[in-house]
């Protein structure tokens, strides 16, 4: 087993300022402390488990972020792809790490955030990668909207080699469609409140696909739940991905979520849940996503058509 941590105590300890080079503007000390000190400490996870092609990736998006209070954590389950080699060449920027067998994603996502101390909570996948600024942007939206739970933004679909290859279909849900099975709600985008993850967490270790809908619909129970517009993140397709591999499972699960919540039997969730694998469930993760886009579309396009005489009329 390996662990480590990493305490900062004064503001010039980490690297992880990267908002504040010297070699750039001279700021005074006593500035740049109370500046970092009246921000939002951010806490971000990482799970992992053999990613070692992905994972330093995944690390240098988070700690290239130009977000002064950053806590980064990395919990490895014990792989033994080199994972652990890469994980120690970063030791010393991140909070605390360790790498030890596990029960898997959520076991260790828990294990993580059971050590975070900040105000802010996310986690990224050791497959997935931030967008630059997304720490920055979040925190602001979350500042400037205090009763916003948790905030999500956009994020592109990307391959083995980083390419985009395609846009993950977020948009705007709440506790209602949740129930409903909208999410659109993209995983690697999302930051939430620490002392609302206090209240619902931690996730459901009974959960394997699905405990990322399950903390959704939890939170917004007690909170709402902004999208942001802003590209935040890059979802990572491949053949190992759960995502592609075990996409099966997410429904049934999902539905374990309905009925907790007191759901019916005869729901849109459960007609979606039925006919979902007889569509297109069997289809490759990419023509999934193109068909969705052609079938929002063509919603788009019908509705304007049925609305537009109404507009005419009333001269709008």
């Known amino acids: 087993m390996w662990q480590t941590s990493f305490i900062r105590e004064k503001p ?23 500046l970092e000190i ?11 488990y ?25 919990v490895d389950g014990g792989s033994q792809d080199g994972s652990q080699e890469i994980i120690k ?24 955030f059971s050590h975070a101390k900040g105000e802010i909570f996310a986690w990224l996948n050791s497959d997935d990668t931030y967008q630059p600024g997304a720490v920055r942007e979040a925190v602001t939206y979350l500042q400037s909207h205090p009763e916003v739970g948790m ?16 846009k993950f279909p977020a948009s705007q849900t709440d506790y209602r469609r949740l129930r409903q099975g909208y999410v659109h709600i993209p995983q690697q985008a999302a930051f939430f409140r620490a002392d609302l993850w206090r209240q619902v967490g931690p996730l ?3 959960f394997y696909f699905a405990m990322d ?16 517009p802003r590209s935040w993140a890059n979802f990572r397709l491949h053949g190992d991905a759960k995502s592609v591999a075990a996409d099966d499972r ?8 309905h009925y907790r919540e007191g759901g019916n039997r005869i729901s849109w969730i459960t007609f979606k849940a039925a006919i979902r694998p007889l569509i297109y469930a069997w289809l490759p993760v990419r023509t999934r996503m193109w068909l969705r886009r052609i079938l929002i579309g063509m919603i788009i396009i019908a509705l304007t058509k049925f609305i537009q005489p109404f507009w005419a009329v009333r001269g709008w």
């Open 12 to 34: 010039g300890d980490n690297v992880l300022r990267a908002g504040f080079r010297r070699n750039d503007v001279e700021l005074n000390a006593g500035s740049v402390a109370k």
């Open 38 to 48: 009246d921000q939002p400490l951010v806490s971000i996870v990482t799970p992992s």
């Open 50 to 74: 053999n990613q070692g092609r992905f994972l330093e990736a995944t690390i240098q998006s988070v700690l290239a972020q130009d977000y002064p209070r950053l806590e980064y954590i990395i």
């Open 89 to 112: 060449r970063y030791a010393d920027r991140l909070a605390w790490w360790i790498s030890e067998p596990d029960s898997g994603q959520t076991d260790a996502i828990n294990k993580g």
């Open 151 to 166: 905030v999500y933004g956009d994020a592109n679909l990307i391959d083995d080699d980083g390419l985009v290859i395609g």
């Open 204 to 206: 459901d270790p009974t």
């Open 213 to 228: 809908y399950d903390l959704w619909v939890r939170l917004a129970r007690l909170a709402p739940i902004n999208y942001n």
């Open 250 to 257: 997410c429904w049934p699960e999902m539905l374990r979520v």
